[in-house]
């Protein structure tokens, strides 16, 4: 990283002799729309297209543009109605982008560090109801990514990295879903998509409390596909995978993971379903399936300076109960259940333990394994 910071500080010692010049476009076609380009440095550069407005409004578009630095760039459009977008960004070498289409849609993009990245599109019309929807980026550090696709009512988006070579992407489709990434540290990455109605997804990779490097290589990735669900993602130290699937409505899905080089998979399709996995220490893996109504699953791996415990809960039905208990190391449990109100629980201390549970309530039907929806 440090022969890539000086390679970048090279770049701009000679970009600062030949451009010092700033350059501001602004092109406005409508009623009332407004614009503010405040740029301090050199060759940065800002771009603003406003299109639209109903006649006699006070007040349409609005566009404010803060930069100061050397060779940033940012780029507005806005069309239609009464939209709000605001780009701050200083340093060197950030760009911007921001597009928005329909009614009332606010965006606001700060950006501080050297070659930050970010691009947020919404499209919408809420009609007379304001903010439509909304998106939050907050970037400081080096070479950080964020990106937000927001289409439908009534949405949110917020993206927090602090750190270095970060990456965030929320896609979102529908009415009143809540995304929301924040993460402390370097080399994180991040992905939301939701399509449906109030549905809420949360990744947290590291935490602000205990300073940036709390996270490191972390990746967390989640997928909704219906209405009022919830996933969460709670990752603190290096090197965890954590991936989350959703289909149906009401179900809930958290991930929790700590230390180092942890690996959790969810999958949920049905309704009311609920799924929780806990690794702490090294190495843990853990997948969970479930298919139908109103399941429950549990997996806790713990274990003071160790792991490598191996968990897989498969359910196939409405009203089953499992929870794998590991705490030690290398410890293996498998369950799976077909059928409806089945129990199983599956508790480990120590090392070397094995434990294989399968209860069903449809004859000869064979054992199924991990699959599940590819993710």
Same mark, same amino acid.
């Given at each position: 990283?440090?022969?890539?910071?000086?390679?970048?500080?090279a770049?701009?010692?000679?970009?600062?002799a030949?451009?010092?010049?700033?350059?501001?476009?602004?092109?406005?076609?409508?009623?009332?729309?407004?614009?503010?380009?405040?740029q301090?440095?050199?060759?940065?550069?800002?771009?603003?297209?406003?299109?639209?407005?109903?006649?006699?409004?006070t007040?349409?578009?609005?566009?404010?543009?803060?930069?100061?630095?050397?060779?940033?760039?940012?780029?507005?459009?806005?069309?239609n109605?009464?939209?709000?977008?605001?780009?701050?960004?200083?340093?060197?070498? !950030?760009?911007? &982008? %921001?597009?928005?289409? $329909?009614s009332? /849609?606010?965006s #606001?993009?700060? *950006? =501080?560090?050297? +070659? @930050?990245?970010?691009s947020?599109?919404?499209?919408?019309?809420?009609?007379?109801?304001?903010?439509?929807?909304?998106?939050d980026?907050?970037?400081?550090?080096?070479? !950080?990514?964020? &990106? %937000?696709s927001?289409? $439908?009512?009534? /949405?949110?988006? #917020?993206?927090? *990295? =602090?750190?270095? +070579? @970060?990456?965030?992407?929320?896609?979102q489709?529908?009415?009143?879903?809540?995304?929301?990434?924040?993460?402390?540290?370097?080399?994180?990455a991040?992905?939301?998509?939701?399509?449906?109605?109030?549905?809420?997804?949360?990744?947290?990779?590291?935490?602000?409390?205990?300073?940036?490097?709390s996270?490191?290589?972390?990746?967390?990735?989640?997928?909704?596909?219906?209405?009022?669900?919830?996933?969460t993602?709670?990752?603190?130290?290096?090197?965890?995978?954590?991936?989350?699937?959703q289909?149906?409505?009401?179900?809930?899905?958290?991930?929790?993971?700590?230390?180092?080089?942890n690996?959790?998979?969810?999958?949920?399709?049905?309704?009311?379903?609920?799924?929780?996995?806990?690794?702490?220490?090294?190495?843990?893996?853990?997948?969970?399936?479930?298919?139908?109504?109103?399941?429950?699953?549990?997996?806790?791996?713990?274990?003071?300076?160790?792991?490598?415990n191996?968990?897989?809960?498969?359910?196939?039905g409405?009203?089953?109960?499992?929870?794998?208990?590991?705490?030690?190391?290398?410890?293996?449990?498998?369950?799976?259940?077909?059928?409806d109100?089945h129990?199983?629980?599956?508790?480990?201390?120590?090392?070397?333990?094995s434990?294989?549970?399968?209860?069903?309530?449809?004859?000869?039907v064979?054992?199924?394994?991990?699959?599940?929806?590819?993710?």
């Amino acid at each position: 990283m440090k022969k890539v910071i000086l390679g970048t500080a090279a770049v701009l010692c000679g970009a600062v002799a030949f451009a010092q010049s700033n350059e501001s476009a602004v092109d406005q076609n409508g009623n009332s729309n407004q614009a503010v380009v405040t740029q301090i440095g050199g060759a940065n550069l800002s771009s603003i297209d406003q299109d639209g407005g109903d006649v006699g409004e006070t007040a349409n578009h609005v566009a404010t543009v803060n930069q100061d630095g050397l060779g940033n760039s940012s780029a507005i459009a806005q069309t239609n109605d009464d939209q709000i977008a605001v780009i701050n960004q200083v340093g060197l070498l !950030n760009s911007s &982008e %921001v597009d928005q289409d $329909g009614s009332s /849609n606010s965006s #606001t993009v700060d *950006q =501080n560090g050297v +070659f @930050n990245a970010s691009s947020i599109t919404q499209v919408g019309d809420a009609g007379s109801i304001e903010p439509n929807n909304e998106a939050d980026v907050d970037q400081i550090g080096f070479f !950080n990514t964020a &990106e %937000v696709s927001q289409e $439908g009512t009534l /949405n949110d988006a #917020t993206i927090l *990295q =602090n750190g270095d +070579f @970060n990456q965030a992407l929320i896609d979102q489709i529908g009415t009143e879903n809540t995304g929301d990434i924040r993460q402390w540290g370097s080399d994180n990455a991040a992905f939301q998509f939701q399509d449906g109605t109030g549905n809420e997804a949360e990744i947290k990779q590291g935490e602000a409390l205990t300073g940036w490097e709390s996270s490191q290589y972390g990746f967390g990735q989640q997928e909704q596909y219906g209405n009022e669900n919830e996933a969460t993602i709670v990752q603190r130290g290096t090197d965890h995978e954590s991936l989350q699937f959703q289909q149906g409505d009401n179900n809930e899905v958290k991930s929790y993971q700590g230390n180092d080089a942890n690996f959790s998979r969810q999958a949920q399709v049905g309704n009311d379903n609920f799924a929780n996995t806990q690794q702490y220490f090294t190495e843990n893996i853990s997948y969970q399936e479930q298919t139908g109504n109103e399941n429950h699953a549990v997996t806790r791996q713990t274990g003071g300076g160790e792991g490598f415990n191996f968990s897989v809960q498969t359910q196939f039905g409405n009203n089953n109960e499992v929870l794998h208990a590991q705490n030690g190391l290398m410890n293996g449990a498998s369950t799976t259940q077909r059928g409806d109100m089945h129990m199983s629980t599956i508790k480990q201390t120590g090392s070397n333990n094995s434990a294989t549970v399968f209860q069903s309530t449809v004859p000869n039907v064979p054992t199924p394994g991990p699959g599940g929806p590819t993710l």
